[in-house]
């Protein structure tokens, strides 16, 4: 059982910055990989940017440029830095853990609210 918590969400104006954590804990010692998924009303949830397997990382389109994925393997923790967020990168931001070798093979966090505006 893997467990996943979430921080740093809330409302930013355009242009603006927000950090945020994800907590790992459980069984977390079989090799694994996370990443950051959103979800806008009325949309599906879409991968923003992630950790590989191979060890890359990979970042959607939309993203590029502005987000950055990071992690601290002693906290357990990955982060999502974003910088010059636009109103359409207002969604639901869930953290993602995913097993390579184990089944299930994926946990979610419970999801924090990013809302850009003026």
């Known amino acids: 059982q893997v467990q996943l918590v979430e921080s740093g969400g809330g409302l930013v104006q355009p242009g603006g910055s927000l950090r945020l954590s994800c907590a790992a804990s459980?069984?977390?010692?079989?090799?694994?990989?996370m990443g950051w998924y959103r979800q806008a009303p009325g949309k599906e949830r879409e991968l923003v940017a992630t950790?590989?397997?191979?060890?890359?990382?990979y970042y959607a389109d939309a993203v590029k440029g502005r987000f950055t994925i990071s992690r601290d393997n002693a906290k357990n923790t990955v982060y999502l830095q974003m910088n010059s967020l636009k109103p359409e990168d207002t969604a639901v931001y869930y953290c993602?853990?995913?097993?390579?070798?184990?089944?299930?093979?994926?946990?979610w966090g419970q999801g924090t609210q990013v809302t850009v505006s003026s």
């Open positions: 993602n853990l995913r097993k390579r070798w184990a089944r299930p093979s994926d946990y």
């Open positions: 950790f590989t397997f191979d060890g890359s990382t």
């Open positions: 459980g069984s977390i010692f079989s090799i694994n990989v």
